[in-house]
């Protein structure tokens, strides 16, 4: 499937997979920046996307910057609808209490996967279908 992808830096490059085997694909920030202790901000990918109608973009932040740093991403997933057309941002937290934390454009500091998502239509009912689980929640099926 091909996406159409805008750039707009000339120092990003177009989003790549790392392996052939990755799900997610790699993306850069598209100017420095330095998060504070306890600063969140957007961090600017310098892209903007043309997803497929019935598709979403989930964007994450890669796994070795969530291991090596204190940066999280406070909304544990980006939502990127197919209508939006505006630059995409990496919303990311310094949970470090004492340090600053640097960007530097280019890092690649997130990755985005594309998935399809239906759309479905939401029946009222008073009555659901009984299952093993029932109303059981959080914790409800073990550790």
Known sequence: MNVNVKRLSDQIALPAYATAGAAGFDVCAAEDVTLAPGEVTAVPLGLAFEIPEGYVMYLMPRSGLSKKTKL????????IDSDYRGEVKLLLENTD??????????????????QEVPHVDFVE???????????GGF?????
């Open 72 to 79: 999280r991403q406070p909304n544990s997933v980006g939502v």
């Open 139 to 143: 914790g409800s099926t073990g550790v």
């Open 97 to 114: 209490s004492k340090e600053s934390y640097h960007i530097e454009t280019g890092d690649r500091i997130g990755q985005g996967v594309i």
């Open 125 to 135: 009912a008073d009555e659901l279908s009984e299952t093993k689980r029932g109303s």
